[in-house]
């Protein structure tokens, strides 16, 4: 019995060590991902606003405040700071998260790409 719990749990490291690792992305999997964010969004230091806004330093920053950008009414007021959590959540589907925003993009459905972008994303500082 004591080594069937043993090995259960060791089981359950490898599980939550997996887990874990996946949900933290690979931000070199990420820079040929956010091609698709590039269409809308550049990514670099002072670089413009484009459709979107500029996506340095994203995380961390309070949504809706990126200088020059005019946001709509939802994201002005939208009242959280961009986490990689927030952004994940965002990415998987942005008008759950904040209803209302002018961003015409249904989502990315796998978790992992998501992952892999946000990952990405978090090294742009």
């Known amino acids: 019995m004591k080594q069937l719990i043993v090995r259960l749990c060791a089981i359950a490291a490898i599980l939550v060590t997996t887990t874990t690792a996946h949900a933290a992305g690979n931000a070199g999997a990420g820079v040929g991902l956010f091609s698709r964010c590039a269409i809308c ?5 002072g670089g413009p606003n484009k459709l979107g806004p500029n996506l340095f330093g994203v995380v961390g920053r309070k949504a809706g405040t990126y200088p020059g950008f005019s946001y709509s009414a939802a994201m002005q007021h939208a009242g959280f700071a961009w986490t990689a959590a927030k952004l994940n959540d965002y990415l998987a589907n942005p008008q759950k998260v904040v209803p209302g925003n002018d961003m015409p993009f249904a989502g990315i ?6 992952a892999h972008i946000v990952a990405y994303l978090a090294t742009l500082k």
């Open 109 to 114: 459905p796998d978790a992992g790409q998501r």
């Open 41 to 45: 969004h550049s990514n670099s230091k």
